[in-house]
Nanobody, 122 residues
Framework: QVQLIESGGGLVQAGGSLRLSCAAS????????MAWFRQAPGKEREFVAR????????YYADSVKGRFTISRDNAKNTVYLQMNSLKPEDTAVYYC???????????????WGQGTQVTVSS
């Protein structure tokens, strides 16, 4: 069983930056594809970014491309999301997820964190 714990969320002004971390415990996630999703109030959970097991291939939603960077450190069993040039529309709860196959569908992930709130003020 894998437990995922996100951290790094908070309140930031538009144009600012935050770095989210997702620490895995219970077993290694080095063989898993890892991803970040987000969910704003009243909206469905949406894909943000994903990274393959080695960290060599990353894929982003169009809405964050060029502003967000996903990375991973398998030695630390941790995945990161660097968020720059934040916009008010980025406000949401951000979730880390892990699964065996890289995809952008939340149904494809077996393990989820509890989420961390990101609020961007205008």
């Amino acid at each position: 069983q894998v437990q995922l714990i996100e951290s790094g969320g908070g309140l930031v002004q538009a144009g600012g930056s935050l770095r989210l971390s997702c620490a895995a415990s219970g077993r290694t996630v080095s063989a898993y594809s890892m991803a970040w999703f987000r969910q704003a109030p009243g909206k469905e959970r949406e894909f943000v970014a994903r990274i393959n097991w080695s960290g060599g291939i990353a894929y982003y939603a169009d809405s964050v491309k060029g502003r967000f960077t996903i990375s991973r450190d398998n030695a630390k069993n941790t995945v990161y999301l660097q968020m720059n040039s934040l916009k008010p529309e980025d406000t949401a709860v951000y979730y880390c997820a892990g699964g065996p196959v890289a995809n952008s569908d939340p149904r494809g992930y077996d393990y989820w964190g509890q989420g961390t709130q990101v609020t961007v003020s205008s």
